[in-house]
């Protein structure tokens, strides 16, 4: 049967999931029924992981075997790291989380997708280290050792402790951790049906994570978050910004950061992290690129706001990464280590009733062209 071809399969269902839902028209993202502004207020990143992948919030019991079932898990296998001090060190940090977890797939047996027991552990190792290898890539890639995880540290005060050895101050912790809740789940983008077609195939988790990674990378997904620190850096001060939105509108170029095929409203996720980065800078110092901006989106606005193009959830999450220190190239990784719960909460689901992914196709080439020897072709 002859169907529309929808270019970016845009408006076409690929799934039906309980896992997340947004309102674009409204500007609502909820995760399991429960409004991620509800999430970020209340729970934290491992028990909204354990929310996305299992459907319900856990019970004290749960939540106390789950955090010490991941907390267990954090280290990688040395020979992980061996790995890693291979890579070139000018590498992308994402090339090298792909390369880890493709890696971490060898050493862990997960062939046999319907062991329901194997699955919760490989999305136990999972989530617990991505944050590992992220932050051992940091260190590694400038000749520096990586630091162990510490137990008695809590899951992002533990990843931010990795990245400097310095148990980082409260504020930081609670930032980061909201910041990990926006970035867990957000329903069909590309990097989770990337993940969605690997596991239809029945492959295992942890190739499904190292597929989804791969999609993640790109400017128009995760990447953006890097590009927009970079472009607040090249326009500098809060004066330039109306220049600068004006001249690349006019370059027919797009504002990195903007613009989403679901919302047409500002990302509640942006609403949420532009709120984080004021109460981050409240404690520790203002940033000159939470003003620039400002600017920019105030800018963009008198543009783009016609068109149903607002920020986004990369637009301010870099701003806070920037003023904890961390390298612009490692925000997209960052993303990942949150992501991967939603990844490995859309790959649990689809098991219950798997499909291959096998789309079809509308030919627009020749047919019956006969095949010209070498020397004949002009
Ligand atoms: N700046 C300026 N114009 C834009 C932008 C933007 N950021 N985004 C879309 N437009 C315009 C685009 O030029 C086009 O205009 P026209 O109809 O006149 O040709 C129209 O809006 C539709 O754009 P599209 O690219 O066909 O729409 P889409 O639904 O395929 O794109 C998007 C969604 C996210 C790829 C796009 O908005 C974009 O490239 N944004 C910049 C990159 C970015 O911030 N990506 C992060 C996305 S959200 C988080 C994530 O997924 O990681």
Same mark, same amino acid.
């Given at each position: ?5 929808? =270019?970016? @399969? ?52 749960? @939540?106390?075997? +789950? ?23 000018? !590498? ?17 047996? !997960? ?9 919760? $552990? ?14 051992? $890539? ?23 402790? /990795? ?8 504020? +930081? ?14 329903? /069909? ?42 472009? @607040? ?96 190239? @490692? ?11 939603? $990844?490995?909460?859309? $790959? ?10 096998? =789309? ?19």
């Amino acid at each position: 049967m002859p169907h529309d071809f929808m =270019p970016g @399969l845009a408006g076409v269902p690929a799934a039906k999931s309980a896992i997340s839902d947004v309102d674009g028209a409204r500007g609502v993202l909820e995760y399991r029924g429960i409004r991620v502004e509800e999430l970020c207020a209340s729970s934290s990143y491992l028990e909204t992981a354990y929310l996305l992948l299992f459907g319900h919030l856990p019970s004290r019991g749960e @939540l106390s075997k +789950w955090t010490e079932d991941v907390t267990r898990h954090r280290r990688v296998k040395f020979t992980i790291i061996d790995l890693m001090k291979c890579l070139p060190e000018h !590498g992308h940090p994402m090339d090298a989380l792909q390369a880890a977890v493709a890696a971490l797939g060898m050493f862990y047996p !997960g062939r046999n997708v319907k062991d329901v027991e194997n699955n919760y $552990w490989s999305a136990v190792r999972l989530v617990a280290k991505l944050p590992t290898i992220v932050a051992a $890539w940091a260190r590694l890639r400038r000749g520096d050792e990586a630091i162990p995880p510490r137990d008695d540290l809590e899951f992002s005060e533990n990843f931010l402790y /990795m990245m400097t050895e310095s148990v980082p101050p409260a504020v +930081w912790s609670e930032v980061f951790d909201d910041c990990l809740i926006l970035h867990a789940e957000h329903t /069909m983008n590309a990097s989770t049906f990337t993940g969605m077609i690997t596991a239809s195939t029945l492959a295992d988790p942890y190739t499904v994570v190292a597929s989804s990674i791969g999609s993640l990378k790109g400017p128009l997904h995760g990447g953006a978050n890097e590009e927009v620190v970079q472009m @607040l850096k090249e326009i500098g001060t809060p004066g330039h910004a109306r220049e600068f939105v004006v001249q690349r509108l006019a370059d027919k170029r797009k504002l990195m950061g903007f613009g989403h095929r679901v919302y047409k409203v500002k990302d509640p996720r942006a609403v949420i992290l532009q709120s984080l980065s004021v109460k981050l800078f409240k404690a520790c110092g203002s940033s000159p690129l939470y003003d620039v901006a400002v600017e920019v989106e105030r800018a963009a606005s008198e543009h783009l706001d016609a068109k149903g193009i607002y920020p986004n959830v990369d637009f301010y999450s870099g701003i806070i990464y920037d003023k904890m220190g961390i390298d612009v190239d @490692l925000f997209t990784p960052l993303f990942a280590m949150a992501r991967v719960s939603g $990844w490995l909460a859309h $790959w649990l689901e689809q098991l219950h009733e798997n499909k291959l992914f096998r =789309p079809d196709q509308i030919y627009s080439g020749e047919h019956n062209r006969s095949y010209v020897p070498l020397n004949e072709r002009s």
